[in-house]
């Protein structure tokens, strides 16, 4: 898996060393004043592991000193598909030139040396040691030089013609596309040959390179596929639960789902509600600490991918037992909720429970029966009715507190004979997604208030509030577009609702989102419950898809414990730290596929002319986003007349054609459409 940059507090031996050098500023020392200054036994250990993190630096004749002491600072490095990269300290962004990356690749942690300043606010430097990998190994197009063979990388940050070492005589062919672990120390990064992945380019080969870079496993341990069978094989016992098979409860999911962790029922009260969201039970069925548990932690999240799904849990249980499936008795975790006829909670319980889901609808089915079409199953249409009065009125209370719709900017593929894609299709963001969206956030505050008042250290979903200068940034940015964005010192969230809402159906909405977003911190998982900016809630958890994401079968599992009087064991630091890097890592892993599956597309497209809008304005040429695909491409400037390009600037509608299309280097030249040149 790729790593991202986390804190790791010293040991307290390391400690004693920092402060043994915070107590002499500037020193030079050998490991035995080390030793004894700190008083360590093991003392050389210690320092190993003190270099290799980067919190000592060896000098010559075996001493060694504070980084900081001779210029060098820790910082994450970043290298762009342009090759401009730059490293991230606790102070700020230090340039880095092409030839200063020391061997270092994008994401990885190193040491960087700074040489000067470039311009008045921004400081210089060369990576002088790399600290850590950000990955294990890339995949790429094999092609011969010289007398031996490169790899050429389809990620672009990483440098073309990568050596390859151990490439057996059946793997040697150009243009076949191979995976390689790095190796060596220092450097231009190397490869050794772990195994071949196609003979040729192909969406499915594209798309497990981005598996391999990203470290994501296709296959399970034994033992955890042992244990996942013979938890499978459980019967359904309903003993000290609930029996709410009675309720007509219904599942609305993708059209391609096999996993389908909640269901949802209702029933009138009075001029209210009680609405009931049931989430499978997979505590039950995943004993923590054991090698399934091991591997789920290890994973994180379910990853969905345009062809393939890589489960966080194997499929006997992620689309077996642990599924609710029509028809099925099936242990859950049931939010029982009660509204008023305005829509605002009146109470709520929480309850293991064993259900049978009556229907399984797609959200195309669901919506469908929302705007007046029957539906084969009796009392479907009733369930409906009732959800989406509830559902309005939840709308209409997301909006009095200010949350935020950014809608929806998914898209599905649909795959031709050949096994390429075909055709994109925007994922609607209609009234059948907005409900199970409502009546999933609702039983996750519910839960977040009840582990909350009982002061649990459960992991939290927490979106802070956006930083102080983001809201300077985002008026520029949005009036760059034409927007306007009501000048305070705080962005709100009613304020950015309007804003968006305002541009929704322009050219430039996705160009307004993509600045809000930004405008905008990244939602985390914490021990501590600090609310959520974005849905404007005090409270918030993720318990409604314990299948998927690790970070709600924590979250069951600690409503197990209050349920059986046990100790709620509080949520660990470094396990909100790598739930929030998986998630982070399976959301780019998701993108990258996107837009290499979109580069394969326009390939085939060239003669076609499609709509976007102008997304960035360089000397060079202009970057357009395409209306109705995931990726931006370069009009170069040769192709540009100068009348033309006197009105282009950022939001311009523009027509375009494809030039050329090339996934192996995620590079897409535009040109403009016949009459518009």
């Not at 050998?30 to 919190?55: P, Y």
């Not at 210029?71 to 092409?98: N, P, Y």
């Not at 064993?354 to 399984?360: K, L």
Request: net charge negative.
């Amino acid at each position: 898996m790729i790593h991202r940059a986390r804190h790791e507090t010293p040991s307290p031996s390391e400690s004693a060393v920092l402060s043994l050098f915070e107590r002499r500023p500037g020193a030079r020392l050998t490991v035995g004043e080390i030793a004894s200054g700190a008083e360590l036994d093991h003392a050389s250990e210690i320092i190993d592991g003190m270099v290799a993190r980067g919190l000592l630096w060896p000098l010559p004749r075996g001493r060694f000193t504070l980084p900081g002491s001779v210029g060098l600072e820790k910082g994450l490095l970043r290298v762009r598909a342009s090759g401009q990269a730059s490293v991230a300290t606790a102070i700020d962004r230090v340039a880095v030139g092409r030839g200063g990356l020391g061997g270092g690749i994008d994401g990885d942690m190193v040491l960087v040396r700074i040489t000067g300043a470039e311009g008045p606010l921004r400081r210089r430097g060369v990576v002088a040691a790399v600290l850590s990998r950000s990955r294990e190994g890339c995949g790429g197009v094999l092609r011969r030089a010289g007398r031996g063979w490169v790899v050429d990388p389809m990620d672009p940050a990483l440098p073309r013609g990568l050596p390859i070492v151990g490439l057996p005589p059946v793997a040697a062919v150009e243009g076949s596309v191979a995976w390689g672990r790095f190796s060596g120390e220092g450097g231009r990064p190397s490869l050794e040959y772990v195994e071949s992945l196609g003979s040729g380019f192909s969406s499915s080969t594209a798309i497990s390179v981005v598996v391999r870079d990203y470290g994501l496993s296709e296959s399970f341990p034994e033992d955890a596929l042992r244990e996942a069978e013979e938890s499978a094989r459980k019967p359904v016992d309903a003993a000290g639960r609930d029996d709410a098979r009675d309720l007509f409860c219904i599942t609305i999911d993708p059209v391609d789902a096999r996993d389908f962790d909640d269901a949802v029922s209702i029933s009138r009260r009075g001029d209210g509600f009680e609405l009931g969201v049931h989430i499978s039970d997979v505590a039950a069925y995943v004993r923590q600490g054991g090698p399934l548990d091991a591997e789920a932690r290890l994973r994180g999240t379910s990853v969905y991918l345009p062809d393939r799904v890589i489960p966080m849990l194997p499929g006997s249980l992620s689309s077996g037992s642990c599924s609710l499936a029509q028809g099925e008795d099936r242990l859950a975790r049931s939010v029982f909720l009660e509204y008023d006829g305005r829509g605002s909670r009146t109470g709520f319980r929480i309850a293991r429970t064993v259900i049978r889901s009556r229907a399984r609808l797609t959200y195309e089915e669901a919506f469908a029966c929302m705007q007046g079409d029957c539906h084969p199953i009796a009392g479907v249409e009733d369930a409906l009715s009732a959800m989406t009065a509830l559902s309005r009125l939840l709308d209409a209370d997301r909006r009095r507190r200010g949350a935020l719709d950014l809608g929806s900017d998914e898209y599905r593929i649909h795959f031709g004979p050949s096994g390429e894609p075909e055709r994109f299709e925007r994922v609607p963001d209609d009234e059948s997604h907005r409900l199970i969206e409502n009546f999933m956030v609702e039983a996750n505050r519910a839960v977040a208030e009840h582990c909350s008042w009982l002061g649990l250290r459960i992991l939290y979903r927490v979106h802070g509030e956006p930083e102080r200068d983001s809201a300077a940034r985002l008026r520029a940015e949005l009036s760059e577009l034409g927007i306007a964005l009501p000048r305070a010192r705080e962005l709100r969230g009613a304020d950015l609702s309007r804003i968006l809402a305002g541009s929704a159906g322009l050219p430039v909405f996705l160009l307004v989102r993509e600045a809000v977003l930004r405008s905008l911190q990244k939602a985390v998982y914490q021990a501590e419950d600090l609310g959520h900016f974005g849905l404007a809630l005090r409270n918030y958890t993720h318990f409604t898809s314990p299948i998927r994401r690790y970070p709600d079968l924590s979250v069951h599992r600690a409503l197990s414990a209050l349920d059986e009087g046990a100790p709620v064991p509080e949520a660990a630091p470094e396990l909100a730290e790598t739930c929030s890097a998986a998630e982070q890592a399976a959301e780019d892993a998701e993108r990258e596929c996107m837009e290499l599956l979109a580069l394969v597309h326009l390939q085939t497209r060239k003669c076609i002319v499609m709509k976007g809008v102008v997304s960035g304005v360089h000397d060079f040429g202009f970057f357009v986003r395409l209306a109705d695909l995931p990726v931006d491409g370069l009009m170069p400037d040769r192709l540009i007349r100068a009348e033309e390009r006197r009105r282009i600037r950022v939001g311009v509608p523009v027509e375009v054609v494809v030039i050329e299309s090339d996934p192996g280097l995620r590079q897409l030249t535009l040109g403009p459409a016949p009459g518009r040149r």
